[in-house]
């Protein structure tokens, strides 16, 4: 018996001692249960309002609670994303929609060819109109969407949603457009599954900020790490979208792995400075519930 156990311990020191080699000489050996990543996306700007797009991990430091964080992954700017357009296409848009139209092509021609890009469509169910595609790919396509009578069932739409782009690799976001007919139950399980798959959602709520659909857009995309939008009229459209592409096309994503465990559920404040001062940044999210 001592000898049986004798041997299980010189197999359970051999395999941690390779595991500990292979990580290289500048990593300590240790034991990391399934902690989840914590990502934020954060756009860099010099003294005058111009995007700075060339710094590396090195050039940035991260802390949650004032308590400084190891960065895990790091994505620079020219790293591409996965967005999917979801788009309301119930009876109440029919007023926004040449808008809309125009606001979404002018999104496509300021994504990149590293960009991938599908739009789909809702109002009781989710139709695909267009499947995943490099924004730059091929000749302009006619996409077949226009708004119908029927009513929205928004929330499990996002459901939806965080399926579709769940299992996609990399940078990857949903684009929300709607007028914020809140209806249809399941918000607070379509948010809880979108926080879990860690996607951020970005909203354009058209003329909806101070509806109970706006209140819930604004909470949706602040705990998913994305930002929410109100334009006041349709001609706003087309620069909002705009924005928003060449905002997603100068950003770099910063992931880290709380040194803190989860489960006291309490608000968690991000902080992400640069090295140079000289320099201000805008994060996709300054905090999160440690669930």
């Not at 396509?141 to 996002?158: V, Y």
């Not at 000289?278 to 440690?290: E, M, N, V």
Request: with cysteine; proline share 4%; net charge neutral.
């Amino acid at each position: 018996m001592d000898c049986m156990r004798s041997l299980w311990f010189f197999l359970i020191f051999a395999l941690a001692t390779a595991w500990a080699m292979a990580q290289g000489p500048d990593d300590q050996f240790r034991l990391e249960v399934n902690a989840s990543l914590v990502s934020v996306d954060v756009g860099v700007y010099d003294r005058n309002e111009k995007p700075v797009t060339d710094l590396g991990k090195d050039d940035f430091r991260i802390y949650e609670d004032g308590v400084l964080q190891r960065i895990k992954n790091f994505t620079p700017v020219s790293g591409g994303y996965r967005i999917l357009l979801l788009i309301d296409h119930s009876g109440s848009m029919r007023t926004a929609w040449s808008f809309l139209l125009d606001g979404l092509n002018l999104f496509m021609k300021n994504l990149r060819p590293q960009d991938q890009v599908a739009i789909a469509t809702f109002d009781q169910s989710v139709q695909v109109a267009m499947d995943w595609r490099s924004a730059k790919a091929g000749n302009t396509e006619q996409i077949g969407i226009a708004p119908n009578g029927m009513g929205t069932e928004i929330w499990s739409s996002l459901n939806w949603a965080v399926r579709e782009v769940s299992h996609s690799d990399g940078r990857k976001g949903v684009i929300v457009f709607t007028d914020g007919q809140d209806r249809g139950d399941g918000y607070d399980k379509a948010l809880e599954r979108a926080i879990e798959s860690e996607i951020p959602f970005y909203f354009v709520g058209l003329t909806t900020e101070n509806s109970t659909g706006g209140s819930r857009m604004k909470k949706f995309a602040s705990e998913t790490g994305g930002k929410s939008y109100f334009p006041r009229n349709p001609s706003e459209l087309g620069p909002l979208y705009a924005s928003i592409a060449r905002d997603l096309g100068t950003s770099y994503t910063i992931s880290y792995a709380p040194s803190k465990p989860p489960g006291d559920n309490k608000l968690r404040r991000i902080e992400i400075r640069p090295i140079d001062t000289r320099l201000h940044l805008i994060q996709s999210r300054t905090g999160y519930y440690a669930k």
